[in-house]
């Protein structure tokens, strides 16, 4: 009885491993093609970090077609993309409170909904609106040169920070202020 119950627990653990392994593979795989990233800006008043993955655009139609206008976008790849913020900051007179959010956003041709998330799931497929913060309207500009790996970053622009997201031929940024 000791032995046959020795060797269950034993297939049990195996299959177990080899679950585990076969999705810790996945994960690098779809690392690999889209790897992870941290965007930051910092200096004496706030300290700020967008973590996302960053895809490749790999000859696609990316806005309109494989992102879709007007639906709720991870704003990345894998994981949701997340911002922590060290401090208050404003968005176009909107406070967002420090703290940790999801990022999402609402692509649309000629403006975005850059949108702040209380709830922060593990892989970025969930979105639920009735938690979101805070929306900010973004102008889209047409960039003269394609940008092929996904980003975001941080700018300054007449000594205002500035939160950028860039892909394919889009651009959008938001000018924020520290509170």
């Keep these: 009885m000791k032995r046959k119950l020795s060797t269950a627990v034993l297939i049990l653990a195996v299959i177990v491993g080899g679950i585990v392994g076969v999705q810790q593979y996945q994960l690098y795989q779809t690392k690999k093609y889209s790897p992870a990233e ?3 800006y910092n200096n004496n008043a706030i300290n700020i970090e967008v973590t996302y993955s960053r895809p490749f655009k790999k ?4 806005f309109g077609k494989l992102v879709p206008y007007g639906k709720w976008w ?3 790849a894998n994981e949701a993309t997340t911002i922590q913020l060290s401090r208050d900051v404003s968005f176009s007179g909107k406070t967002l409170k420090a703290g940790l959010y999801s990022l999402v956003t609402i692509p649309g041709e ?3 909904q850059i949108v702040f998330n209380n709830q922060i799931h593990d892989w970025g497929t969930v979105y639920t609106p009735e938690d979101d913060v805070l929306r900010v309207s973004a102008k889209v500009e047409e ?4 940008v092929e790996q996904f980003t ?3 700018s300054e622009e007449n000594g205002s ?3 950028i997201i860039a892909w ?3 651009k959008v940024s938001t000018l924020f202020k520290v509170l």
């Design 38 to 40: 941290i965007a930051s």
């Design 59 to 62: 000859d696609r139609e990316i």
């Design 74 to 76: 991870r704003t990345g």
């Design 110 to 112: 000629t403006e975005w």
């Design 143 to 146: 960039l003269p040169e394609v």
């Design 152 to 154: 975001i970053d941080f």
């Design 161 to 163: 920070p500035v939160l």
């Design 168 to 170: 394919d031929k889009t």
